[in-house]
C-alpha cells in the first residue's frame, strides 16, 4: 500500500518545572534489568473524529514532562552501569497519509502487512517512537514502539491515558510516580531467599531456550464471553479444593496451555512449563502506586508433566497455575530487591532470562496478561480504540491476552507458535473435551 510521509521529526519534552535537572542519570532497576531488552511494538486504530496531528503532537510533549524518562537516551555510568539519561533529547514522530478507509482493512490480524504503519526498531537510540497514520477517512491509527527495559506494559498504559487526557484538556490524575530508588530498597542486611541467579537470571548455560533464529507464525484467537462463561463454569465443576475462584486469565491459561501442549504433539514424559508474568505493584508491601513508571514485573512457573497436563482437568491445570503465581509474594519481591543490591555491589553483569528474539521456547510458554490495562480508557476525544494489537511478536511461545474491541467483548489472544503446530492448535482450540 503507498503511503505519503508528511513527516519524520524529533519532538522534546515543554519546559516544566517538574522537569529533572538536565542529563540527571538513573541506573536500571534489578527489575529493568530483568525484562526484555527489546522495543515492544504496539498498534492503536481510532475511529473518527479524532484530533489533528497538531493537537496530538503538541499534547505528547506536554505529556512527556511528566514522562521525561521515555524522552531520554541509554548511557552508561562511571561506574559501568546502564542508565538513563534523562537528558530530553525527546522522541521520534513520524507522521503519514494513507489514502483508504481504516474500516475496510480492520480488524488487524497477522495476516496484515503492517510494517509501513510502525516505526523501526533496528538501530534505534528513541526510547519511544510515535507513528501517527491519517487516514483518508479522518481515523488514525497510533503505531508505537517503547523500549522495555525503560518501562513494563502497565507504565506505558498509563502513559498512554495521560497523553489522551491532555488531548481532552483534562489533568493527569493521579501523575505517574517516579522514585525508582524507593521501589526497590533492599532489607538491610540483604537476605536473598530464592535463587534468583537461576530463575530471573542465566548461568553459563542456558537451559530449555532453543535459541536458534526459526521460522515463527503469529495468530490471534478470539474467545468470546460465552466460551469463557462456559469455560469458568467447567473448572468451578471440577474444582474440589475450597481454593478461591479462579481468574478468567488463569481459566483461559489453563486452557490454552493444554491446547498449545497437545497441538505440539509433545513427548508424554516430557515437562512443561509456563513463564507466567506478575505485577509486583499489589503484591509488594506496603503497596507500590499503580503509577509507578518503570518495571515492576517478576515471574511464576508453573509447571506439569506433559502426561498429566494433557490428562488433568481444567480445574487442576488453574490450581497449578494459582498456586504458582500466590508465590511470587512480597517476600519473594523483597529477596528479588535484595539480590540487585548484592549484584550492585559486586558490580555483577546479570544477563536476564528474558527470551531474545528469533528463540523458540517450545516445550514452554511465556504469557502475559494485558487484561486489566486501561486500553478501553484511551479516549482522544473520538472513543476507545476500535482495534489494537502487538503485531509481529519475534519469539515463538509467547502469549498475550487482550480485551478484544469486537462487539460483545471477549479475551483476543495474540500467540506465536512454530508453522507446524498452527493448523493442529486452531482445530482443537475452542474444544472443551
Known sequence: MAIGLINNTILKAYPSS??????????????????????????????????????????????????????????????????????????????????????????????TNVSHLLPPVEGVEELLQIQLNRYACGSLVIGQTAHHRVADGQ?????????????????????????????????????????????????????????????????????TPDFINKLKAKVVEG???????????????????????????????????????????????????????????????????????????????????HDAVAKIDNQYFQSFKDIGKIADEKKEDLEPTAPEIGNVLCPNLEVDSWLRFQFHDLDFGGGAPCSFYPPNIPVEGLIIFLPSCRDGGGVDCVMTLLPEHVLPFKQISHSLD
Request: hydrophobic share 40%.
Open 155 to 223: 507504565s506505558m498504559s498509563s502513559f498512554f491515558v495521560a497523553w489522551a487526557k491532555i488531548v481532552r484538556k483534562l489533568n493527569i490524575d493521579p501523575l505517574p510516580y517516579h522514585d525508582r530508588a524507593a521501589v526497590t530498597i533492599p532489607r538491610s542486611p540483604p537476605n536473598v531467599e530464592f535463587d534468583h541467579r537461576s530463575i530471573e537470571f542465566k548461568k553459563n548455560e542456558t537451559a530449555d531456550i532453543n535459541a536458534s533464529i526459526s521460522p515463527i507464525d503469529n495468530l490471534v484467537v478470539h474467545f
Open 18 to 111: 517538574s522537569h529533572p535537572n538536565p542529563n540527571t542519570l538513573v541506573p536500571l532497576t534489578i527489575f529493568d534489568k530483568a525484562a526484555f531488552d527489546l522495543h515492544v511494538v504496539v498498534l492503536y486504530a481510532f475511529g473518527p473524529p479524532m484530533p489533528s496531528n497538531e493537537v496530538m503532537k503538541d499534547a505528547l510533549s506536554k505529556v512527556l514532562a511528566h514522562f521525561p524518562h521515555l524522552a531520554g537516551r541509554f548511557t552508561t555510568d562511571d561506574q559501568g552501569r546502564r542508565c538513563i539519561m534523562l537528558n530530553n533529547a525527546g522522541v521520534r514522530v513520524t507522521e503519514t497519509y494513507v489514502p483508504v478507509i481504516l474500516a475496510d482493512h480492520l480488524p488487524f490480524d497477522p495476516t
Open 239 to 321: 474444582n474440589c479444593t475450597r481454593n478461591p475462584k479462579y481468574s478468567s486469565f488463569e481459566c483461559l491459561l489453563a486452557h490454552v496451555w493444554k491446547r498449545v501442549t497437545q497441538a505440539r504433539g509433545l513427548d508424554l514424559e516430557k515437562s512443561t512449563q509456563v513463564r507466567v508474568a506478575v505485577n509486583g505493584r499489589a503484591r509488594i508491601k506496603p503497596a507500590v502506586p499503580m503509577e509507578y513508571f518503570g518495571n515492576l514485573v517478576l515471574w511464576a512457573y508453573p509447571k506439569l508433566i506433559v502426561s498429566e497436563l494433557l490428562k488433568g482437568s481444567h480445574a487442576h491445570i488453574a490450581k497449578v497455575i
